[in-house]
């Protein structure tokens, strides 16, 4: 079963290049939410867990230097690990739906391929993780720390107000990908107050998104797609929005000059 799910997974990124990538980036949450319509979430792998907070509690004090703690491949799913240092550590794989990791130091943590729906990731720090093909929808992850990291996740639904993704990757990566495009996917996210500085987004799915006073100061948001999302109050400063969708999105009329180049300023709402 979690061999076919981890297929699953592949097939959610990766799309066939041959439907162009217009195409790709318009499929991506139907087929995103499709595959986790074929998924029974509350099926023991899923829904319970096989450790206790005790448990990763000792095994990071018995944890020797050197390799990263291990929980690859770990249902924990419900636990209360908020405060731990569980930064570095490997959860590849792992599952943590519903995890509570509030204010959790995840710095440098492995979390591809690891399923986080509905966990808690509230003041959490997650600076220079690695999130890829990872799923994420509907975190609470409000004031939370992503500087640096590389996320290629779907976080549909999450909130995310006021968390920081200052210099972070969440672009489409087609390097060395001959079966298609992958990016992260923030569609329909709170992310009031957002601080993306210096962050590629290029290709990224946006739409829908509360993006209200977020701070996109030199941010590479070339070739995404923000339709319908909320705008008022964002900062563009030296932004690069070279075809930035922004079909009926929300934005402030003094923004429409440094927002040239992007798409569909004609059904732009302006505030």
Not at 214 to 235: H, I, K, P, R
């Amino acid at each position: 079963m979690f061999m076919k799910l981890q297929r699953y997974i592949k097939f959610m990124f990766f799309f066939p290049i041959k439907l162009g990538i217009a195409s790709v980036l318009g499929s991506y949450p139907a087929l995103a939410q499709d595959m986790l319509q074929g998924v029974d979430l509350e099926q023991p792998a899923y829904s319970q867990a096989e450790l206790t907070r005790t448990d990763i509690e000792k095994a990071i004090i018995n944890h020797a230097t050197g390799a990263p703690l291990d929980f690859s491949r770990k249902s924990l799913n419900g636990l209360d690990l908020s405060g731990l240092n569980l930064s570095g550590c490997n959860f590849y794989a792992a599952r943590l739906n519903k995890t509570d990791l509030n204010n959790t130091n995840l710095e440098g943590a492995i979390l591809d391929q690891a399923w986080l729906i509905e966990a808690n990731l509230t003041n959490a720090s997650l600076k220079g993780a690695h999130a890829f093909a990872t799923q994420m929808q509907r975190i609470r992850a409000d004031k939370a720390n992503f500087s640096g990291i590389r996320l290629t996740a779907d976080l549909t639904g999450a909130s995310l107000r006021e968390t920081i993704f200052n210099e972070s990757d969440l672009s489409a990566d087609m390097k060395n990908q001959s079966m298609g495009l992958m990016r992260a996917n923030l569609r329909s996210t709170r992310l009031e107050g957002a601080s993306f500085k210096k962050a590629n987004l290029m290709s990224v799915d946006l739409r829908f998104a509360h993006a209200a006073r977020t701070n996109f100061t030199e941010a590479n948001l070339s070739d995404a797609n923000a339709a319908g999302a909320d705008f008022s109050g964002a900062v563009w400063k030296d932004a690069r929005v070279t075809n930035l969708d922004l079909d009926s999105a929300l934005i402030d009329s003094d923004s429409l000059s440094v927002l040239q180049n992007a798409l569909h300023l004609d059904r732009v709402q302006k505030k």
